[in-house]
């Protein structure tokens, strides 16, 4: 199975759903009209940024807006969408929800963002969530994880021992830890031997500075694509049978000692 994937590396207006839904919806046009484009992917709280404090006023609730959005865009354009991630109200709080929408407009998956980023107050204004990122795509297993996911290994291999082949990672990630955002996805594709498709966000709110720099990795832990810090489109073909034969080069799953751990 081999797919084109495009990572929509956009700004984010502040807390201003409206100019984003429209950006958005700009962006994919241009990644899938007139191109082989099978799975886009885009950054964490694309609706909203960072605007925590309003939330509750600004929030998607239940995601129906987000969800109606992917799944008209998905059948239009017949491509899988990873859709970021959105405040998400809910009953009982307001969750960081990746979205999961296939090409026939059906939602697939949701993942509430497990770890939450106190340096950034998610903790004060969001709620943990409680389930995997695994889904499947065109019978593939994959995963979705939401940026300070990736800083812990043993939430990743949860997955990519299940079978996961591809991490989908969608951040918003400040400019100042860059060097740590490169290193830590390129360890996470190494060590599970996985392809990383990690869509970070361009541009600056009221108190940070953000990176940019989305990446493609392959599961030899090369980077087979990589955006500058501005706003753009960057898609590279990834082919699922060198996962296979990466794992069986180096059969690190079937060598685990898990009970030691």
């Known amino acids: 199975m081999s797919w084109n994937v495009s990572i929509i590396q956009m700004d984010i207006v502040f807390g201003d759903p409206e100019q984003n839904f429209l950006a958005a919806e700009n962006w994919i046009k241009a990644a899938c009209e007139g191109k ?23 929030g998607d609730s239940h ?17 899988h969408i990873i859709g970021g991630s959105v405040a ?5 709080g307001i969750y960081n929800t990746l979205l999961v929408i296939n090409k026939e407009g059906q939602l697939v998956h949701t993942y509430d963002k497990l770890h939450l980023f106190q340096l950034m107050d998610e903790h004060l204004y969001l709620k943990s969530g409680s389930t995997t990122g695994l889904f499947t795509l065109d019978d593939e ?33 400040p400019l100042a830890r ?12 190494i060590e599970n031997q996985c392809y990383i498709v990690a869509c970070n966000r361009s ?11 989305s990446l493609i990795i392959d599961p030899w832990g090369e980077v087979i694509g990589e955006a500058g810090e501005k706003q753009e489109i960057l898609t590279r073909t990834i082919d699922l049978a060198k996962v296979t034969e990466v794992r069986e080069m180096i059969p690190i799953f079937t060598d685990r000692k898990p009970e030691f751990y």
């Open 141 to 173: 297993i994959l995963a979705g994880m939401i940026c300070y996911d990736i800083r812990f290994p043993e939430w990743v291999r949860t997955h990519t021992s299940k079978g996961a082949k591809v991490l989908f990672v969608s951040a918003e990630w």
């Open 63 to 79: 995601a129906q807006k987000a969800i109606s959005f992917f799944q008209k865009l998905a059948k239009t354009y017949q491509v």
């Open 88 to 92: 998400n109200k809910k009953d009982d």
């Open 203 to 213: 541009g600056s709110d009221p108190k940070n500075e953000f990176a940019g720099h």
């Open 178 to 189: 860059l060097v740590h955002w490169k290193a830590l996805l390129i360890a996470r594709a």
């Open 36 to 58: 082989e484009t099978d799975i886009v992917i885009l950054p964490e709280l694309w609706t909203t940024g960072y605007d925590l404090t309003r939330l509750s006023e600004i």
